[in-house]
T-cell receptor, first 109, second 113 residues
Framework: DAKTTQPTSMDCAEGRAANLPCNHS???????VYWYRQIHSQGPQYIIH???NNETNEMASLIITEDRKSSTLILPHATLRDTAVYYC??????????FGAGTQVVVTP | DADVTQTPRNRITKTGKRIMLECSQT?????MYWYRQDPGLGLRLIYY???????NKGEISDGYSVSRQAQAKFSLSLESAIPNQTALYFC????????????FGEGSRLTVL
């Protein structure tokens, strides 16, 4: 079973920031947090990952709490094309990625 | 051309038939994975391989087998397909070192009647 928990769904207005929470209370010191998204039935797409520091790339920002038990993915300016299922995964460097059900994000005009 | 290619993309078969789904990659990655996705659910790990000689079972390996023919090829077989194996199957690859991400293929949709 997936080791993370996420809300089942959330809505976001186009142009606004989308903040997606994830709990990973069992995370160990050598495990990373990865975020992926899946649009319709396409192959999941990598977004971002981090260990303990906050991370930012061209797609999103990842904020990890100091105790590392939770994190938030931030899509700074959501567009309709960001409508997708977003998965939060904790895994070690060996990379046995286990996906949960994810969060269905719907961006509305 | 896609870096991770799955064949066939769609397949309809009958109960009891043997089916092979193939995955090939041009990324030069050591690690390869097979996942299954059922409607409305997340991906579940079937098998994974960290190199040609290292193959491991995932969460749901029963009813499936795999073959890592080369670094670039990882095949998933259903020896005797059953209807509850109807699903979308994804292959993924990852570099052997470091913390790089998974790269996914486009998926193979399998229907077992």
């Amino acid at each position: 079973d997936a080791k993370t928990t996420q809300p089942t769904s959330m809505d976001c207005a186009e142009g606004r920031a989308a903040n997606l929470p994830c709990n990973h209370s069992t995370i160990s010191g050598n495990e990373y947090v990865y975020w992926y998204r899946q649009i319709h039935s396409q192959g999941p797409q990598y977004i971002i990952h981090g260990l303990k520091n906050n991370e930012t790339n061209e797609m999103a920002s990842l904020i990890i709490t100091e105790d590392r038990k939770s994190s938030t993915l931030i899509l700074p300016h959501a567009t309709l094309r960001d409508t997708a299922v977003y998965y939060c995964i904790q895994t070690d460097s060996w990379g046995k990625f286990q996906f949960g059900a994810g969060t269905q994000v719907v961006v509305t005009p | 051309d896609a870096d991770v290619t799955q064949t066939p993309r769609n397949r309809i078969t009958k109960t009891g038939k043997r089916i092979m789904l193939e995955c090939s990659q041009t990324k030069g990655h050591d690690r390869m994975y097979w996942y299954r996705q059922d409607p409305g659910l997340g991906l579940r790990l079937i098998y994974y391989s960290f190199d040609v000689k290292d193959i491991n079972k995932g969460e749901i390996s029963d009813g499936y087998s795999v073959s890592r023919q080369a670094q670039a090829k990882f095949s998933l077989s259903l020896e005797s397909a059953i209807p509850n194996q109807t699903a979308l199957y994804f292959c993924a690859t990852r570099p052997g070192q470091g913390t790089g991400e998974l790269f996914f293929g486009e998926g193979s949709r399998l229907t077992v009647l």
